[in-house]
Structure formats: structure tokens, C-alpha cells
């Protein structure tokens, strides 16, 4: 019977806390520019941190959000990615240096 009892408190915690959890992610989510996600697909991947970002992710994010951010610094890609990655942003793609 005390197992019973056991077994009620923790399912009712459960669906307590589940609510809450499922309230707290409605209530403080944080809205996300799509055209961040969009960056990085394009992006190879490489996690070289040539473009001077730590990471594809970060360099994405930045481009996207910081009008002063070239589109060309991800070496890897070329002027291929800065091409795709000038028309998402709205921003004019210049030549690449290469890099040594």
C-alpha cells in the first residue's frame, strides 16, 4: 500500500513539474532570425575559425546581425558561399582574398 502511495506522489510531481517546465518554455522562449540557420547550412562546417568566429554557428549568427560583418570570411567556402550567403543577408559580396 506505501508503494502505491510512493508511486501517486511521484506521478503527480511529475505532471506538476512537466507543467510547469511546458509553461516556463512558452513563457521565456527566445525568438531566433531563421536566416541564421539558413547561413549555417551553407557554411561548410569546417569549425576552422579562419573567418575569425569560433565556430559556423557564431560567424552565421553574426553576418546575420551585424551590418558590418563582411559575408566573405569564411575561407573554406570561397566566393561560392559568400555569393549564397550575400543573397540571404541582403549584402553585397565582395572578392575573397586568399588565404596562406
Not at 2 to 31: C, D, T
Not at 41 to 54: E, R, T
Amino acid at each position: 500500500m506505501i508503494a502505491i502511495y510512493a508511486i501517486l506522489v511521484m506521478v503527480g510531481l511529475g505532471i506538476i513539474f512537466g507543467l510547469f517546465i511546458s509553461f516556463a518554455n512558452r513563457k521565456w522562449a527566445v525568438e531566433v532570425d531563421p536566416r541564421i540557420h539558413e547561413v549555417e547550412d551553407i557554411l561548410p562546417k569546417g569549425q576552422c575559425g579562419s573567418c575569425g568566429y569560433p565556430g559556423c554557428l557564431a560567424y552565421a549568427e553574426a553576418v546575420v546581425t551585424n551590418p558590418d560583418v563582411p559575408v566573405n570570411l569564411c575561407a573554406p567556402g570561397k566566393a561560392a558561399v559568400a555569393q549564397k550567403v550575400a543573397e540571404i543577408t541582403g549584402k553585397k559580396a565582395e572578392a575573397l582574398e586568399p588565404k596562406i
